[in-house]
């Protein structure tokens, strides 16, 4: 019982990798892929067939019975093959190999837009969760601070306001978890709806990435010749291979493959025919039999011809402005993740160091308290102070570790 339950529950992601598995095998445009893989691959196979069409088949009879009734028969066969026109089957060639990239391309691109989905889910969970955990101890340590106010109100080294103060800080860090517990589980539940899974209990950092250039924070003013050399070191952006501008570079060479095919086909396609014909004059006479060949050349239509050249010369530029418009984006898109990560960096570590100094100052306070020396609304204050740091120090650590993700979805590198 307990086995057929372990197979029925999904599998838990361990890793950013995993989860992208599970997305992926959840996800409605996946699922059409390999159809679309089945299509292209189709297209390829008509494209490189002996005609560009099947053959037909056509029969037709003909008698005298209506009126006169002496006889007369004839049976005619014929079968109609279509023909290439000049250039086209090379065309159709390019078109059908031209598609089948495409759809690989966009296939790779879309399991790249998948991954950043499933990594602002990741992050958005590990936000939450430590967002959680900390007003639980805030609502804990209020509850401690709490009981210790009225003990000592009781005793009468307390006023009553002290203990006002005590509680009404005990209710607001209460209040502070239940908020922080509904956030949770709205972030869960996006990441369960995309992955099918729950969120694994350790959300662990991917990989720092292994650029060709440093891209931690630059702790000294940049002069201009600082400016020159940071641009110098921004040259590591997305290649042709990108997952984006590959999926575009496709379109592209999809679309001009397409207006070689528009170009090369004027007319329709051209028709050999077989004919056989049997046919008798009257009752008394032997059937004969008679074989022809037919060929069929349609005209050209030069409005059809500049509609369909039109249409393809269209889409053609427009893909090639989508994929400058798409590698100037990315360019963009690849400065600015470093510089969000750069950010990150100076303020994870600045955030540490102002953690510290709260946290020491709510010893000091602490003890200042417990011994006399200071009264509840300084404590408070250095109390809210200190927690304040301490979710600023966890909320840049996730950032810092959500900012490298994105600056390696940026550069299409996958979990």
């Known amino acids: 019982m307990l086995l057929g339950i372990l197979i029925v529950l999904p599998a838990q992601a361990q890793t950013l990798a995993d989860a992208l598995e599970q997305a992926w095998a959840r996800h409605p445009q996946a699922a059409a892929v390999s159809a679309r893989e089945d299509e292209a691959r189709a297209r390829a196979d008509v494209a490189a067939g002996i005609t560009p069409g099947p053959a037909s088949l056509s029969l037709s009879s003909l ?22 026109l000049p250039g086209q089957q090379s065309a159709r060639v390019a078109e059908a190999e031209s598609t089948f ?12 837009q998948i991954a950043g989905e499933v990594r602002e889910a990741w992050w958005a969970v590990a936000d939450a969760r430590n967002a959680r955990d900390l007003a639980r101890r805030r609502a804990t340590t209020a509850g401690a601070l709490e009981a210790d106010v009225l003990r000592r109100f009781k005793a009468g080294d307390l006023a009553r306001i002290d203990a006002n103060l005590a509680q009404g800080e005990r209710l607001a860090a209460e209040a502070e978890a239940i908020e922080a517990e509904a956030a949770l589980l709205r972030a869960e539940h996006i990441y369960r709806n995309l992955t099918g899974a729950a969120a694994p209990s350790v959300l662990a950092a991917e990989a720092a990435l292994a650029a060709r250039e440093p891209v931690g924070p630059h702790p000294q003013p940049l002069s201009r010749e600082g400016r020159g050399e940071r641009s110098e070191s921004l040259r590591d952006l997305p290649g042709p291979d990108h997952p984006q501008l590959a999926a575009v570079a496709a379109a592209a060479q999809t679309a001009r493959a ?3 095919v528009a170009e090369e086909t004027r007319r329709d396609a051209p ?9 008798r004059g009257e009752f008394a006479e032997p059937y004969a039999s008679t074989v022809g060949v ?22 053609a530029s427009q893909a090639d402005a989508e994929l400058a418009l798409a590698r100037l984006r990315l360019q963009l898109d690849t400065e600015k993740a470093r510089l969000d990560l750069a950010a990150a960096e100076r303020q994870f570590a600045m955030a540490s160091v102002r953690r510290e100094l709260t946290a020491d100052n709510l010893r000091l306070a602490e003890k200042a308290f417990s011994l006399g020396e200071s009264d509840l609304t300084t404590l408070l204050r250095v109390r809210a102070d200190a927690f304040e740091a301490e979710a600023f120090l966890n909320r ?20």
Request: glycine fraction near 4%.
């Open 63 to 84: 008698n005298d019975r209506l009126n006169r009734n002496r006889g007369k028969q004839e049976w005619e066969a014929e079968m109609a093959v279509p023909l290439w």
């Open 101 to 112: 990239a495409e759809v690989a391309a966009r296939r790779t691109a879309l399991r790249l």
């Open 258 to 260: 397409k207006l070689r």
């Open 271 to 279: 028709e050999i025919a077989l004919r056989v014909v049997r046919e």
């Open 294 to 315: 037919k060929l069929t050349i349609p005209f050209s239509s030069g409005a059809r011809v500049r509609q369909e050249s039109s249409a393809a010369r269209a889409e």
């Open 396 to 415: 840049q650590q996730v950032a810092r570790a959500a900012a490298q993700s994105r600056l390696k979805q940026v550069l299409g590198v996958l979990p």
